[in-house]
C-alpha cells in the first residue's frame, strides 16, 4: 500500500532518477513505483543534465493538464537553460505548433488539424488499413514466421500517415526514421528531426504549387490561414505524433494478447478481445508513456510541492494509470469510472484518438483472423524495448505460426491515396 502522502513528501531520492537508458527500458514500472513512493511529482533525469518533475499521481495529472491559467505549454523560458544540442528538444523544443501554444493561438492550430481529421471518412480509412494490413500478411505468411513490429505494425500506420499527407513513397522510410530517431532521444535526435522537417517543407513547397486532394493541401487552404512553416510544423507534429505511437500501441497489444493468461498464448485462442487488449495497454502500458510538458507561469505551489516558473513537469499517463487502477484487481479498470490518460486530457487532448484506435483495432483484427495460432518465438523476457524517456515502444516482436498457403495475385495492389471529402 503506498504510504500517505504527508509521510513521504518530505523524503526526496538522492538524485533524478533517470528515464533514459536500458534500465528505465527494461523495467519502467519499477522505476514508477520508487518515484511514487516519494509523492505526486518526484525528479527525474530525461537525458544527460537535464532534469524534470514527474507527476505519477492520478488526479495531480488531471488538475495539471486542466489548468491553463497556472500553467503554460510554452517551453522557451525553459528552452534558453538547456543547450541547444540537447537530445529531448526535437520532442520538447518550441516550433509554431498546437503542442507548445496557449489561448487564441492554439485554438488556430487546433481547428486546422482538427478539421483536417475530420475529413477522413472512418468507413474508408477502416476499408484501406484492412487492405494494407493483407498485403503485409501475405508478404511474410508463407515463412511461418515473422517480426509484427518491423514487418506489420510499423509499416501499416507509415501506409496511412504519409498517404493522408501525400508523401512521394521515396520519401516515406525518411519519415519514419525521422520519427523514430526524435522520440529515442539520442544522440542523433536532432539530424532525425531536421530531416523530417527537410522532406515535409518539401511537400509542402510542392503542394503550395501544385495543390491535390491530400491533407497538405487541405491544411494550406484552410481559414486558418497558415504559412509555410506553420503548415509544416503542423504536419509534422500530427505525424509524429501518430505514426509512432500506433505502432507501438498495435504492438504492445499485439505483445499483450501473446503474453496474457486469458489470451491463451496465442492472438485468437483466449476469451479476451482485441478491443479488450487494447484498453487494457492505454491503461498500463501506454505507447506515449511520459509527456504533456508544462510549465509554471510564475512560482507557486501545486500539490504540496514548490514549483519555479519555467520549471519543466511532465505527466507520466503510464505511472498515473497504474496508480489509478490499483483500486481494482481488475486490469484495465478503473473503479468508479475514471478514464486513463493515454490520450491526454483537456485542452491538449490528442486530436487522433479515434482514427489511431480504428487504424490499431483494424490491424489486430486483421492479423488475429489469419494468424490465429502464432506464438512468440523468443522468451518474453528476451524481448528488447528501445530506450528513451517518452515512449513504451519494442524493437521487434518475433513470431512463429504455421505457414499459410499465400496467393500473390489475390488482391489487387489498390489505390494509392485515402480519400478525403471535401
Known amino acids: 500500500m503506498t504510504p500517505p502522502v504527508a ?21 519502467p514500472h519499477g522505476h514508477y513505483r520508487r518515484l511514487r513512493a516519494h509523492g505526486p511529482l518526484a525528479p527525474v533525469r530525461i537525458a544527460a543534465g537535464i532534469d524534470a518533475l514527474l507527476v505519477t499521481d492520478y488526479q495531480a495529472a488531471v488538475d495539471l493538464l486542466r489548468d491553463t491559467h497556472t500553467f503554460t505549454k510554452d517551453p522557451r523560458a525553459w528552452q534558453a537553460t538547456v543547450p541547444a544540442d540537447s537530445p529531448v528538444l526535437p520532442v520538447l523544443g518550441y516550433r509554431p505548433t498546437a503542442l507548445f501554444s496557449d489561448g487564441d493561438v492554439h485554438a488556430r492550430y487546433r481547428d486546422a488539424i482538427n478539421d483536417g481529421l475530420a475529413m477522413i471518412e472512418p468507413h474508408i480509412l477502416r476499408a484501406e488499413v484492412a ?20 514487418q506489420y505494425a510499423r509499416r501499416l500506420p507509415l501506409h496511412v500517415f504519409t498517404t493522408w499527407f501525400g508523401v512521394p513513397p521515396e520519401d516515406r522510410e525518411r519519415v519514419v526514421e525521422g520519427i523514430g530517431g526524435m522520440f529515442n532521444s539520442a544522440d542523433d535526435a536532432a539530424a532525425a528531426y531536421a530531416d523530417l522537417v527537410t522532406v515535409v517543407t518539401r511537400l509542402v513547397a510542392d503542394r503550395r504549387a501544385r495543390p491535390r486532394r491530400d491533407l497538405t493541401s487541405y491544411f494550406l487552404g484552410h481559414p486558418a490561414g497558415l504559412d509555410d512553416d506553420e503548415t509544416v510544423r503542423q504536419i509534422t507534429l500530427v505525424m509524429s505524433a501518430g505514426h509512432d505511437p500506433t505502432t507501438n500501441l498495435i504492438g504492445n497489444a499485439l505483445l499483450h494478447m501473446l503474453t496474457d493468461a486469458r489470451y491463451a498464448g496465442s492472438l485468437q485462442r483466449g476469451a479476451m478481445t482485441a478491443h479488450e487488449a487494447i484498453n487494457e495497454v492505454l491503461w498500463q502500458d501506454p505507447p506515449l508513456a511520459n509527456l504533456a510538458a508544462h510549465y509554471p507561469r510564475q ?11 519555467g520549471q519543466l513537469l511532465l505527466v507520466s499517463y503510464a505511472a498515473a494509470n497504474t496508480q ?11 473503479s468508479g469510472g475514471s ?13 487522433a484518438k ?48 504455421t505457414p499459410l498457403e499465400v496467393n500473390p495475385d489475390a488482391e489487387p495492389a489498390g489505390p494509392s491515396e485515402v480519400s478525403i471529402s471535401h
Request: charged share 20%.
Open 339 to 351: 478514464a486513463h490518460l493515454a490520450w491526454s486530457a483537456g485542452p491538449h487532448r490528442c486530436p
Open 354 to 401: 479515434q482514427p489511431a484506435l480504428l487504424i490499431a483495432m483494424t490491424a489486430i483484427e486483421q492479423l488475429t483472423s489469419q494468424l490465429c495460432d502464432a506464438e512468440l518465438a523468443v522468451p518474453a523476457g528476451e524481448l528488447m524495448w528501445r530506450p528513451g524517456p517518452f515512449h513504451r515502444a519494442l524493437v521487434h516482436l518475433p513470431v512463429r505460426f
Open 324 to 334: 489509478s487502477a490499483s483500486a481494482t484487481s481488475d486490469p484495465g479498470v478503473r
Open 299 to 309: 512560482d507557486t505551489e501545486f500539490h504540496g510541492v514548490r514549483l519555479r516558473a
Open 131 to 150: 487492405r494494407v494490413a493483407r498485403r503485409l500478411i501475405r508478404e511474410f505468411a508463407a515463412s511461418g514466421s515473422g517480426d509484427l513490429v518491423e
Open 7 to 27: 509521510s513521504v513528501r518530505s523524503v526526496q531520492p538522492p538524485q533524478p532518477l533517470a528515464l533514459y537508458g536500458p534500465d528505465f527500458a527494461a523495467d
